[in-house]
């Protein structure tokens, strides 16, 4: 049972453009919401969250949105630059002790 | 401050045979985290431990198990290899563990591919 869905495998941008990466969940008890960033031979990192009492979170070229009724967040990165070229995961936690859940992934790719 | 080391990177095994891949957490972190990435399905969580104890479990079958040691190191170990094992093994490590308000910072990877 995939709880957190990532329906794009890949997207791809011209650079400067907008990128709008989404992502749907299907618990309802989820509250809290990750996105993090993977590139190639590394881990992933950290990029930016959002708590479902709020439906927006900025953090300089990245912002979530959080959709509650409609169980739906998208991370926007504007502009898009090159060095964002990278799989980018949503996750959240089932609870503040439990595991991450996270989604499949969806592949960047901002071109020149 | 050091990050969270894998060891080793790279491995090539074949069925039926064993393995164990080793996570060093960042310093004053007390939770590790293991989660298999596969193409198609993302992160998918195996195990947390926490100050020695297995924490949490997700769905995975009994040939993949782990331990934590006393300075928070961890090892996971998969026995009686398949062919479908063949994935990026990360360990994510974390001051109090957990998904939530405590972030979680990944390792490398550990690359296995089994023959």
């Known amino acids: 049972d995939q709880q957190v869905k990532q329906n794009s495998p890949s997207l791809s941008v011209q650079e400067g453009r907008i990128s709008i990466l989404n992502c749907d969940y299907t618990?309802?008890?989820?509250?809290?919401f990750l996105w993090y960033k993977k590139y190639p031979a590394e881990g992933p990192t950290f990029l930016i969250s959002i708590s479902s009492i709020k439906d927006k979170n900025e953090d300089g070229r990245f912002t979530v949105f959080l959709n509650k009724s409609a169980k739906h967040l998208s991370l926007h990165i504007v502009p898009s630059q090159p060095g964002d070229s990278a799989v980018y995961f949503c996750?959240?936690?089932?609870?503040?002790?439990?595991?991450?859940?996270f989604g499949t992934g969806t592949r960047l790719q901002v071109f020149p | 401050k050091a990050g969270v080391t894998q060891t080793p990177r790279y491995l090539i095994k074949t069925r039926g045979q064993q393995v164990t891949l080793s996570c060093s957490p960042i310093?004053?972190?007390?939770?590790v985290s293991w989660y298999q990435q596969t193409p198609g399905q993302g992160l998918q969580f195996l195990f947390e431990?926490?100050?020695?104890?297995?924490?949490n479990k997700g769905n995975f079958p009994g040939r993949f198990s782990g331990r934590q040691f006393s300075n928070s190191r961890s090892e996971m170990n998969v026995s009686t290899l398949e062919l479908g094992d063949s994935a990026l093994y990360l360990c994510?490590?974390?001051?109090?563990?957990?998904?939530?308000?405590?972030?979680?910072?990944f390792g490398p990877g550990t690359r296995l591919t089994v023959l």
């Open positions: 994510a490590s974390s001051v109090t563990g957990g998904g939530a308000y405590n972030e979680q910072f």
């Open positions: 310093s004053g972190h007390r939770s």
């Open positions: 618990n309802s008890m989820f509250d809290y």
């Open positions: 431990y926490f100050s020695e104890t297995q924490r």
């Open positions: 996750a959240a936690p089932r609870g503040p002790t439990d595991k991450l859940i």
